[in-house]
């Protein structure tokens, strides 16, 4: 079993970019489970998603594991995207809101 260098939320997205490299003849059930998953609901690409969860981070300053969800479901609405950061117990202000709904637009 290979050790964890390190632990980093990725998107959806950027799940399917790593099993894409991947001989499927070399996976294992679980992995070609997750890949069938992630190819029917990644909504972007790889890339698009990374500059989107950085922007989130560093623009609306939220952690990289509430960016990830943000970047997985890609709210297109305020009552949506409250509905998500409603469970995150902090407050996110209306202005901040509207900056994320603007950077998931701007990164489709």
Sequence with gaps: MEEVKRKQAVSI??????????????????????????????????????????????????????????????PSTLAELRSFTFGWKKLILADTLEKMLKLIKEHA
């Design 13 to 74: 997205s950027e799940v399917k970019e790593i099993l894409e490299k991947e001989d499927p003849e070399r996976m294992d059930q679980i992995q070609h489970w997750t890949y069938d998953y992630v190819t029917k609901f990644s909504k972007i690409d790889a890339t698009a998603a990374k500059k989107l969860k950085q922007a989130l981070v560093k623009e609306c300053n939220i952690t990289e594991e509430e960016a990830v969800e943000i970047v997985n479901i890609r």
